[in-house]
């Protein structure tokens, strides 16, 4: 069972980029990598999703290195409203287990 | 339009008295899980089903049971509830996972407070 190992807190400001990084030494060959956001209260909403190299989409990009044992969620010119925690799970056949997530917080 | 429906949204209740929270989706998804979430705690797997009359435990099973006659219910039901079960709860459904794109879609939770 593949385990990530996330920041617990980050703060930022507004119109800054922000990274995160994930780590998931354990990775195995079939795993995929995906992050989520929630805000209090509200159920996880899906970010994005990856297997290896980068992937891009409208919110936020996923760069994965070659080993794959790392992954860095890269949220571009954040708002107020990015506000939020921020999970990374390794996705495996029948495991879609939360850790602690990264609680990101925007300043004006 | 896709979406995960929990109900009740809000329920208190007594020590002992059995309740069900319901779960339906409408994406023809195989997997559906419950979760449940504390303060400082995140969010941990109570049950999850890979398919209909397939269920397994997560983390924290105990106290809770599920069953998945049909692919787009997934009830939980606390036989007896406890206060400790007092918590917010999520229901999510997805692909199966590991198949692909395997995006998760949550309810909108069910607050429960067991007095």
């Known amino acids: 069972l593949a385990k990530t190992t996330q920041p617990i807190s980050m703060d930022s400001y507004e119109g800054q980029e922000v990274n995160i990084t994930c780590s998931h030494n354990n990775i195995a060959t079939n795993d995929y990598i995906t992050w989520y956001q929630q805000f209090p209260s509200q159920g996880p909403r899906f970010i994005i999703q990856g297997y290896k190299t980068k992937v891009t989409n409208e919110v936020a990009s996923l760069f994965i290195p070659a080993d794959r044992k790392s992954s860095t969620l890269s949220l571009p010119r954040v708002s107020l409203s990015d506000t939020a925690v921020y999970y990374c799970?390794?996705?495996?056949?029948?495991?879609?287990?939360f850790g602690a997530g990264t609680r990101l917080t925007v300043k004006p | 339009e896709a979406q995960v429906t929990q109900n009740p949204r809000y329920l208190i209740t007594v020590t002992g008295k059995k309740l069900t929270v319901t779960c339906s989706q409408n994406?023809?998804?195989?997997?559906m899980s419950w979760y449940r979430q504390d303060p400082g705690l995140g969010l941990r797997q109570i049950y999850y089903s890979m398919n209909v009359e397939v269920t397994d435990k997560g983390d924290v099973p105990e106290g809770y049971k599920v069953s998945r006659k049909e692919k787009r219910n997934f009830p939980l039901i606390l036989e007896s509830p406890s206060p400790n079960q007092t918590s917010l709860y999520f229901c999510?459904?997805?692909?199966?996972?590991?198949?692909?794109?395997?995006?998760?879609?949550f309810g909108q939770g069910t607050r429960l407070t067991v007095v």
């Open positions: 999510a459904s997805s692909r199966t996972p590991g198949s692909g794109n395997t995006e998760a879609f």
């Open positions: 994406m023809n998804h195989e997997y």
């Open positions: 799970l390794v996705v495996v056949r029948n495991d879609m287990r």
